[in-house]
């Protein structure tokens, strides 16, 4: 009745159009995989569709994600951005920071690929700014239990935002940037919580220079393979020498796990604009692959492939919608009917 169900089309509860990231959607849950110490062994993850999460302020660390949607020639697809990576990155941090048990790989891979197939609605259409993102936490639950937890919301990507101011920060041989927008807005209520950037910076030689630190971050250590390849030269660098090297750089961007924007000072000091042959160049290379609309050679969009039961799922979700009265479209929200509206405030 319902043929090439997967993915389904982008949700009607959101207003695609309008849609930012400081507006809270109710998805349709999230997954949890349990680690029991006295068994020493990881748990089948399984959806909760509860909202009533709770947050650590022990052990714990994370990674953050994207999936996007993909037009193709045989129908839309959607993809995960460089899984593994993260999934290798959040195994060496529980390892050498948290004292928690590294999820393996295939844990790890599988619960993404089960929160966003069970979310596939929130997965914005291609053709928009959009994408889901993709918070995975793992956390000590108590004395015995660990939780590896997978989070998703509709969000902005932020590939070309407009130049911004930095400051830079120096920490156990590590730089980051943090941009100053986002500092201020860290402070509001409600904010999107985003950590502080990788520095990449551009010479006047077509000389890209980054920390040894950015090799295990997913998107600035892309952008460096994209660099390599588009026959810019690849330098890396001790952190406190990349501080050193601000004054001498043509360019400089901030790139975080979902981001990459200009920056047009750092501790108050002025850099050139932008050059689109630079790279922000670069940064749009990237875009084109993360969006599908170029080639990815280096196969780091891995498609999300749906179960015979997430399609059968599926399928009756698509059925009970059908059968329900329609409501209307409310602040961005679906407001099903009958019965009074309501909306809620984002």
């Not at 891979?109 to 993102?133: I, K, Q, W």
């Not at 000389?207 to 997913?218: D, F, G, I, N, Y």
């Not at 749009?284 to 492939?305: F, K, M, Y």
Request: net charge negative; hydrophobic share 45%; aromatic share 4%.
């Amino acid at each position: 009745m319902f043929p090439n169900m997967f993915p389904p089309p982008p949700s009607a509860q959101v207003d695609w159009d309008s849609h930012n990231s400081t507006r809270h959607v109710e998805v349709d849950g999230h997954i949890e995989a349990r680690y029991d110490t006295s068994r020493g062994q990881w748990a089948e993850p399984r959806l909760v569709s509860s909202g009533n999460t709770a947050a650590t302020a022990g052990q714990h660390c994370s990674e953050t994600m994207v999936a996007l949607r993909h037009v193709t020639p045989w129908g839309d697809k959607l993809v995960v951005f460089r899984p593994d990576f993260h999934a290798a990155r959040m195994a060496q941090s529980a390892a050498a920071s948290t004292g928690l048990p590294p999820p393996p790989l295939g844990l790890f891979t599988e619960c993404v690929r089960r929160a966003v197939a069970a979310n596939a609605e929130f997965v914005p259409p291609a053709e928009s700014e959009g994408m889901l993102s993709i918070r995975a936490v793992l956390a000590g639950a108590s004395a015995e239990d660990a939780v590896l937890s997978v989070h998703l919301q509709p969000a902005v990507h932020s590939f070309d935002a407009a130049p911004q101011d930095a400051l830079l920060s120096e920490s156990d041989g590590v730089v980051r940037l943090q941009l100053c927008e986002a500092a201020a807005a860290a402070a509001a209520p409600y904010s999107d919580d985003r950590p502080a950037h990788e520095l990449l910076g551009l010479r006047p030689d077509n000389t890209l220079v980054m920390a040894e630190s950015a090799a295990a971050h997913p998107v600035a250590s892309a952008l460096a393979r994209l660099a390599e390849r588009g026959g810019f030269r690849v330098e890396r660098c001790p952190a406190a020498e990349l501080a050193l090297a601000l004054p001498l750089l043509a360019e400089a961007v901030a790139v975080g796990d979902d981001s990459v924007v200009p920056v047009r000072r750092v501790d108050g000091a002025a850099l050139p604009d932008a050059d689109a042959t630079g790279l922000m160049g670069v940064a749009q290379h990237l875009l084109g692959v993360v969006r599908g609309v170029r080639g990815d050679s280096e196969g780091w969009c891995a498609e999300v492939r749906p179960t015979d039961g997430e399609v059968a799922a599926l399928v009756e979700k698509e059925e009970e919608r059908l059968a329900a009265p329609a409501g209307p479209l409310l602040g961005g929200l679906w407001a099903p009917g009958p019965g009074p509206c309501v909306a809620r405030e984002c």
